[in-house]
């Protein structure tokens, strides 16, 4: 079977992955996600390994706050640290709303995994309460990103201009999902 042809039952099976809480030992993940230029080419492009420090040392005060949740993606069947998956507040249009996020390293894409870690994500954002709406903004250039809001049962609202990282603008789809809505 060529190496891109996953086995079919690994495919949105939502029990081949859970979710925890970033903690201490998730830096090399970090270097995997957002060190490595073909996993950041619609993120701005890799970070530097003081970026990188930093980020860590973010998620692990945002994790200690309570406020927005930050995730690693586990694969059960293996045990490994594949992913990430975040949700955290932003202002977008005069309104508090939360924003998600995911990543999952080359090895283990095309499987189902982002699609299976962000509905997790989903029942806990909705769980929390806070906010009714919870939007994406993946790149116009994003396919796999796109497809994920689409199969996920975001409503693409318009393509906009997004500022992502501070100073640089990338052309994306603003993906809403109304949590106050039934699952
Ligand atoms: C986006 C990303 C997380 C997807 O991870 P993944 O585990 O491979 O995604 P899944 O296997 O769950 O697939 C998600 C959807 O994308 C579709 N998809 C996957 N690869 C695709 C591709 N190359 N083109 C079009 N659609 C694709 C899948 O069919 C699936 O759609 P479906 O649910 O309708 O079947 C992964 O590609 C990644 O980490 N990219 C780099 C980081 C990034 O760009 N993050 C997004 C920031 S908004």
């Known amino acids: 079977m060529p190496a891109s042809i996953k086995p079919e039952s690994d ?3 939502q029990s081949a992955v859970r979710i925890e809480l970033w903690a201490e030992g998730d830096l090399p993940l970090l270097k995997k996600l957002l060190g490595d230029p073909a996993m950041t080419e619609h993120l701005g492009g890799p970070e530097s390994d003081e970026q990188l420090a930093n980020r ?10 309570g406020s927005d949740r930050v995730f ?41 995994i982002a699609r299976a870690a ?13 906010h ?4 994406a903004f993946p790149s116009v250039d994003n ?4 497809a994920l809001c689409r199969s996920l049962g975001f409503t693409l609202i318009e393509e906009c201009e997004f500022e992502y990282p501070a100073g640089s603008f990338m052309r994306c789809n603003d993906w809403c999902l109304d949590l106050s809505a039934s699952s």
């Open 11 to 13: 495919r949105s099976d």
């Open 56 to 65: 860590h040392a973010r998620y692990l005060r945002l994790v200690a706050s």
């Open 72 to 112: 690693k993606i586990i694969h059960q069947p293996t045990g490994e640290s594949v992913g990430s998956v975040s949700y955290w507040e932003r202002t977008w249009h005069g309104e508090q709303v939360y924003e998600i996020g995911w990543s999952v390293i080359p090895a283990f894409q095309g499987r189902g």
């Open 118 to 130: 962000t509905s997790l994500a989903i029942i806990n954002a909705r769980s929390d309460g806070k």
């Open 132 to 135: 009714r709406f919870l939007h």
């Open 143 to 146: 396919p796999p990103s796109n």
